[in-house]
T-cell receptor
Framework: DTAVSQTPKYLVTQMGNDKSIKCEQNLGHDTMYWYKQDSKKFLKIMFSYNNKELIINETVPNRFSPKSPDKAHLNLHINSLELGDSAVYFC??????????FGPGTRLTVT | GESVGLHLPTLSVQEGDNSIINCAYSNSASDYFIWYKQESGKGPQFIIDIRSNMDKRQGQRVTVLLNKTVKHLSLQIAATQPGDSAVYFCAEKDTGRRALTFGSGTRLQVQP
């Protein structure tokens, strides 16, 4: 009965590779988000989708491309991975953009 | 730019004491505030929220206080327990923005 789930939980890859992180929510929410948490625990919004439409796109390199096949899923694809992409990525969802429910996170390590 | 910040990066309290975690924000257009708890290896977990038309809201063992005059938010945890040990984040949102802006987090350590 997990509300917001992400796969994989851990991802270790080499520089230059392309990888994807998947997110699914079963709460019936209309808005989904991707956040990045750095080594100092700072959480920053990357993208937000509302009913499959991109509504927030922060200053994120265009190597990052979110895709929302339906309103219950928001995937994050990253091209040409760099060392600085190492972080924990959190997916979240909300209804009417107030209380957001977070997934367990995906720890990405780029070597 | 606009920011949400915390005064204390680490707070250490004795089990059974009350804890107060403070947060300052600078966006005068913020109308919604929320506290999250993040345990090691997990995602942020909702604790309590408050809208700008209120100055106090209580939950189970937690109280959030909002002072709009000085742009200050606090989280009070009564009878702190070892299970309360975590990093606590405040976050805010204004009406023109869907995403939350998070503060830098405070680590709460509860000593038995």
């Amino acid at each position: 009965d997990t509300a917001v789930s992400q796969t994989p939980k851990y991802l270790v890859t080499q520089m230059g590779n392309d990888k994807s992180i998947k997110c699914e929510q079963n709460l019936g929410h209309d808005t989904m988000y991707w956040y990045k948490q750095d080594s100092k625990k700072f959480l920053k919004i990357m993208f937000s989708y509302n009913n499959k439409e991109l509504i927030i796109n922060e200053t994120v390199p265009n190597r990052f491309s979110p895709k929302s096949p339906d309103k219950a899923h928001l995937n994050l694809h990253i091209n040409s991975l760099e060392l600085g992409d190492s972080a924990v990525y959190f997916c979240a969802s909300s209804q009417s953009s107030d209380e957001q429910y977070f997934g367990p996170g995906t720890r990405l390590t780029v070597t | 730019g606009e920011s949400v910040g915390l005064h204390l990066p680490t707070l250490s309290v004795q089990e059974g004491d009350n804890s107060i975690i403070n947060c300052a924000y600078s966006n005068s257009a913020s109308d919604y505030f929320i506290w999250y708890k993040q345990e090691s290896g997990k995602g942020p977990q909702f604790i309590i929220d408050i809208r700008s038309n209120m100055d106090k809201r209580q939950g189970q063992r937690v109280t959030v206080l909002l002072n709009k005059t000085v742009k200050h938010l606090s989280l009070q945890i009564a009878a702190t327990q070892p299970g309360d040990s975590a990093v606590y984040f405040c976050a805010e949102k204004d009406t023109g923005r869907r995403a939350l802006t998070f503060g830098s987090g405070t680590r709460l350590q509860v000593q038995p």
